[in-house]
């Protein structure tokens, strides 16, 4: 029988640094790769060994390491070919709109635009950004746990190279999925893109210990599908692969959780209404519950932060230099602010619509400029072994 313990995603230690990005759209992802390229001009990407994701997070890791060979790239990579090949990608290509299926594509998949539409997803992320890989093919480091929301269970059910499933319903250690349907799978959001369906295989299942993840006995799954929701359905910071209170930090010493959430729309969305124009607007309710749970989840990890049982940082968007410089006691001349981006102009990544579509190279600019300058900022400021 195989030997499931040693097939595990689990180090032998922990080292380097963890990596949790965020849900959010496209908004999200540009965010994320504002904080890659700081994070490579600090010669920092080689040190990741642990990648969680959360839909928007999802999709810009899987573009990243897609466009990088089916590897997670070494800085002096990102810098000079896989952040400027994904400029391109985010800036002329829609991943999910009308515009990106074409009038052939809406007539043929009318039926599956009510009903169907997260596989409508995975067919775009394969023809529109070129995700072909299996979940096999990614690289053995980090370690990248794409986190989603099973229906039947109400659990966080992850997708790794290696594994797949959640506590409750099981573990399987060799899952036979394509990457473009887990990275979909993340980002199907609830009633608007709506859950994907999996036809998971009948053997293979193991219960696992809910407290270490270990293989405990082999199981007969209960069901011969399950749906996956997007991961924020759960939990859109994607934390909990990587941190949990009772335990600290899992598979590194050091973790980065890169937050590019919206801020809690102030009016009742149309969902239907405004996919139609690209725009992932889902419930007033499920917005109310996600919006709380980032804040718990983002507090008590910036509590083990501030009591020192844990080294780490939080990089919120929405923060403008001023705001962060108030925030960690530093003083600037005044025209020193003409070198960043205005509050005005933070306030307008934040605040760029969650979707699908391709930006404006001005807006991508702007928000990856973002991610830059606020992980720049606050790891100068707390985390001097970046420096």
Not at 104 to 112: A, P
Not at 168 to 173: M, P
Not at 214 to 237: C, F, H, K, M, Q
Not at 369 to 383: C, I, N, P, Q, S
């Amino acid at each position: 029988m195989m030997d499931v313990a040693a097939d595990r995603d689990e180090p032998a230690a922990n080292q380097g640094y963890g990596l949790a990005l965020s849900g959010g759209g496209m908004r999200a992802a540009v965010f994320h790769l504002g904080v890659l390229r700081c994070l490579a001009t600090r010669s920092a990407l080689e040190k990741v060994t642990r990648l969680s994701t959360v839909s928007g997070g999802s999709l810009v890791a899987g573009a990243v390491i897609s466009a990088s060979g089916l590897k997670w790239p070494a800085s002096s990579v990102y810098l000079t070919t896989t952040y400027p090949a994904l400029r391109e990608l985010l800036t002329t290509r829609d991943l999910f709109s009308l515009r990106a299926l074409g009038v052939g594509g809406v007539l043929r998949n009318n039926i599956r635009l009510l009903h169907g539409r997260a596989n409508i997803l995975v067919d775009l992320l394969h023809h529109q950004w070129k995700i072909d890989a299996k979940l096999s093919d990614l690289p053995e480091s980090p370690v990248w746990w794409i986190n989603t929301t099973c229906i039947e269970t109400g659990k966080n059910w992850r997708f790794s190279k290696r594994e797949m499933g959640d506590w409750k319903f099981g573990r399987h250690y060799a899952p036979p999925f394509d990457l473009a349907e887990a990275m979909a799978a993340s980002a199907a959001v609830p009633y608007v893109i709506g859950a994907l369906q999996f036809k998971i295989p009948q053997s293979g299942w193991y219960a696992t210990d809910p407290a270490t993840r270990a293989p405990l006995n082999p199981i007969i799954p209960s069901l011969n599908t399950v749906r996956l929701w997007d991961g924020g359905a759960y939990e859109n910071l994607g934390l909990e692969p990587l941190y949990k209170a009772s335990q600290g930090l899992i598979g590194c010493d050091f973790m980065i959780c890169s937050d590019a959430s919206g801020p809690l729309p102030t009016e009742q969305s149309r969902p239907l209404a405004k996919l139609l124009k690209g725009q992932l607007a889902s419930p007033r309710l499920f917005d109310v519950t996600s919006d709380q749970i980032r804040a718990l989840r983002s507090r008590m990890f910036m509590d083990s932060v501030t009591r020192g049982d844990i080294r780490g940082v939080l990089l919120r968007m929405g923060n403008s230099m001023r705001d962060l410089d108030i925030k960690t006691g530093v003083t600037r001349p005044a025209a020193e602010y003409d070198n960043f981006l205005s509050d005005k102009e933070a306030a307008m990544a934040a605040t760029y619509p969650t979707d699908l579509n391709s930006l404006s190279p001005i807006a991508f600019d702007r928000i990856a400029r973002h991610g830059h300058e606020v992980a720049d900022a606050t790891l100068t400021a707390y985390a001097p072994q970046f420096s």
